[in-house]
């Protein structure tokens, strides 16, 4: 199992910001999707955001709780990607997950990414 490395989790106040990091392996690269996703106690892990790969435009997909206040962004160079989180709220307290799926295209629904991490821990407080 290939783990993706994530940090930057944290406690917050509602309408703060946070910015998690993942670190991938060196052969996830720009080419492949890469998303993040949350799992909050009792309820289903699901997609907050994903970015394909560049050959397929490096197209950006949100979740529409997260739309315009979330931005996931990569760094090829550095292997690593982002989630740039502003004006939280405290539904998006959650561990948030890393994935990568060994492709262009960005597949819906968790099982089918091929490569996680092992979350981050955000906590936001009203």
């Known amino acids: 199992q290939v783990l993706l490395l994530e940090s930057g989790g944290g406690s917050v106040q509602s309408g703060g910001s946070l910015t998690l990091s993942c670190l991938g392996p060196?052969?996830?690269?720009?080419?492949?999707?890469m998303g993040w996703f949350r799992q909050a106690p009792g309820k289903e892990r699901e997609e907050v955001a994903s970015?394909?790969?560049?050959?397929?435009?490096?197209?950006?997909r949100y979740a529409d709780a997260v739309k315009d206040r979330f931005i996931i962004f990569r760094d090829n160079a550095k292997n690593t990607l982002y989630l740039q989180m502003n004006s939280l709220k405290p539904e998006d307290t959650a561990t948030y997950y890393c994935a990568a799926y060994a492709g262009w295209y960005c597949p819906v629904g968790p099982s089918n990414y091929n490569y996680w991490g092992q979350g981050t821990q955000v906590t936001v407080s009203s």
């Open positions: 060196g052969y996830i690269s720009g080419s492949d999707c």
């Open positions: 970015m394909g790969g560049d050959s397929g435009g490096a197209h950006r």
